[in-house]
């Protein structure tokens, strides 16, 4: 196989401005500048957005326009140093282009013989009309051709750099590979789970080049899913609704609640009944209002007793009921709108199972008595929001638990928040397309049991 082409270029979106000596680079994720260039080597470079060239044919035509051999090395130098934000492209394999303001591209130093292998962070996918591979480790992001899928496929045990210099010169320069075993040693990356650290890597900014937060990305395609979950069909059980007034002067004050907070695995000998029950869930979680649409707030959204990002409120409340005074055993949905229950027709083997994980994830302490699982209605987030829908997701889930801890402590309850559940058994037990809203959290909640001496 012949050698591949080495080709340079710049993003098609990055626009460049030359005034007073100075050529200003801007990419969405950012600008860079470079001084001391000539009018003729600004204008080279002006050519590059969505193009490819190659460096010495460039530099010809400094030449050939009248150009020096100093204005040639400046040239050169310019080059180099605007490298990270280049495209490197290898023609007919693949190109490597910048997606963050920090991207390094440093050719590294390889000998022939080292063996190069694929970060276990790296990723092949299909975007758009074809192929990418890039890392949360990687500030740029490779696009494939169906030539470079034998190396890409080799990469994943290891290629000596002979075979393939200049491919493996730009994936190491990019770091989506590596030449030796610093990934499996270095102790923060040892620690990382693949999964983990690229969400870690997409859901915040600085790392990648995706549209990010409120976008509105289908607000020209589909209505929002509407603040309420249509209602489930079944039984329904009006729920007790307390005197807030009277739920204030019976309470703790807040700094005993906060401090005297704990998590507890086991529960009184009379089981919770369904009026504490009532009145825990109207505290923590039924709809005080609904507001919307409004300015810069294209949907209808709602309030309730705990914060959620965009006041969306994607989430849900399922129990599964083990024992409850005045309520079957059984699995019900919350509906904070009407504050009641509606009872699903949930088969018992599930019932059971998603009492008997809950269980599991307690290390068998807990025999559970009321199971609380939280689904997201992914879409009420994904709406709106690009890049962090699901991080918002699973932080929405932490004030959920907060707040279910802190009025199970001022009432007197026993509350446990999980950091697992089931959610295919989930979306089987509650009737759910898992796709379109799965369980993101779980809680026990039951009886304080009496502390001995109190
Ligand atoms: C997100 C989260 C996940 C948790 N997961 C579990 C769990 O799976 N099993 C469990 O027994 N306790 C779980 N807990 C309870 C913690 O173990 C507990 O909060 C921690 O040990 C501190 O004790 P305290 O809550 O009594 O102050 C979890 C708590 C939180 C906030």
């Known amino acids: 196989m012949n050698p591949p082409t080495r080709l340079i270029g710049l993003r098609e979106d990055a626009v460049l401005a030359w005034a007073d000596g100075v050529l200003t680079i801007t990419h969405p994720f950012g600008t860079v500048t470079a001084r ?9 470079l002006q050519e590059l957005p969505g193009t490819l060239a190659d460096e010495d044919e460039l530099a010809e035509r400094l030449l050939a326009a009248g150009g020096t051999s100093q204005e040639v090395a400046l040239f050169y130098l310019a080059l180099s140093r605007l490298r990270p934000v280049l495209v490197h492209a290898l ?24 063996t190069v292998r694929l ?30 899928m034998p190396l890409i496929a080799a990469l994943g045990r290891g290629v000596l750099v002979k075979e393939a210099p200049e491919a493996l010169g730009h994936l190491v320069a990019a770091g989506l590979a590596g030449a030796d075993e610093a990934e499996e040693e270095h102790p923060a990356l040892r620690a990382w789970e693949f999964h983990d650290l690229l969400f870690h890597s997409r859901t915040r900014v600085g790392r990648h080049d995706q549209p990010f937060g409120a976008t509105f990305r ?45 998590s507890v695995r086991a529960y009184a000998d009379e089981p919770l009944t369904v009026r504490r029950l009532g009145e825990f869930l109207y ?37 599964t009921v083990g024992r409850c005074d005045g309520l079957d055993s059984g699995v019900y949905y919350y509906d904070p709108f009407g504050h009641r229950l509606i009872r699903l027709p949930a088969r018992d083997q599930d019932a059971r199972a998603m009492l008997a994980t809950a269980s599991v994830s307690t290390g068998g302490t807990a025999q559970p008595e009321v199971l609380i ?8 987030m994904s709406w709106k929001y ?10 929405n889930v932490g004030v959920l638990y907060q707040t279910l801890y802190l009025v199970a402590t001022a009432m007197g309850m026993a509350p446990c928040g999980l950091g697992s559940g ?33």
């Open 119 to 148: 970060s276990r962070f790296a990723l092949v996918r299909r975007s758009g009309e074809g192929l990418i591979l890039e890392s949360p480790l990687s500030r740029h992001r490779v696009t494939l051709t169906e030539e470079a």
């Open 91 to 114: 023609e007919p394999l693949l190109r490597v282009v910048p997606i963050a303001r920090d991207a390094v591209f440093e050719p590294p130093a390889l000998s022939a013989d080292d």
């Open 218 to 262: 289908f607000l020209a395609e589909e209505p929002p899913e509407p603040v309420a979950k249509p209602l489930p069909e079944g039984p329904a059980v009006e729920l007790f609704r307390p005197s807030l007034d009277a739920a204030a002067a019976a309470d703790p004050p807040f700094t005993t609640v906060l401090e005297s907070r704990r």
């Open 422 to 454: 089931d959610a295919d058994l989930a979306a089987r037990t509650f009737g759910l397309d898992w796709a379109t809203e799965s369980s993101v959290g779980d809680f026990l909640i039951g009886g304080a049991p009496r502390v001995p001496g109190s």
């Open 36 to 44: 001391g260039l000539t009018p003729g080597i600004a204008a080279l």
């Open 283 to 319: 505290r923590v979680a039924r709809v005080r209002g609904v507001f919307g649409p409004a300015p810069g707030m294209p949907y209808e959204a709602s309030s309730r007793p705990y914060p959620g990002g965009g006041a969306a409120y994607e989430l849900e409340l399922y129990l």
């Open 386 to 395: 690009s890049g962090l829908a699901y991080a918002a997701t699973l932080k």
């Open 373 to 380: 699982t939280m689904t997201s209605r992914f879409r009420r």
